[in-house]
């Protein structure tokens, strides 16, 4: 199983980036993906979530109107885009995968995803 993380960089406030992972060694449209960050000094947290299909997705209220989580699945490859880049946003941004069908807001926070990708990373400036 492996999940690759890209897309991180250096960009400006008020800039945008957009991550990729792509994931292989699992059958990818039966999992739920999940994207993580961890900034120096904090604790890992919850960024957005997508569920199987695709058809829904749940989003930390932070980054809720501004990053914009899917998936295709035909490239087994999900995607975040993120706009309105604050300096608050710089970490290293990590995927996850999970069997789980999410169907609440709760599950997507909450749940033990099961594997993770190595991260990427994401500076803002101001």
């Known amino acids: 199983v492996q999940l690759q993380a890209s897309g991180g960089g250096l960009v400006q406030a008020g800039g945008s980036l957009r991550l990729s992972c792509a994931a292989s060694g699992f059958t990818f449209n039966t999992y739920s993906m999940g994207w993580f960050r961890q900034a120096p000094g904090k604790e890992r947290e919850f960024v957005a979530a997508i569920s199987r299909s695709g058809g829904r997705t749940y989003y930390a209220d932070s980054v809720k109107g501004r990053f914009t989580f899917s998936r295709d699945n035909a490239k087994n490859t999900v995607y975040l885009q993120m706009n309105s880049l604050n300096p608050d946003d710089t970490a290293v941004y990590y995927c996850?995968?999970?069997?789980?069908?999410?169907?609440?807001?709760?599950?997507?926070?909450?749940?033990?995803?099961?594997?993770w990708g190595q991260g990427t990373l994401v500076t803002v400036s101001s």
């Open positions: 996850a995968a999970d069997h789980i069908q999410l169907a609440t807001a709760y599950q997507a926070m909450s749940v033990e995803y099961h594997y």
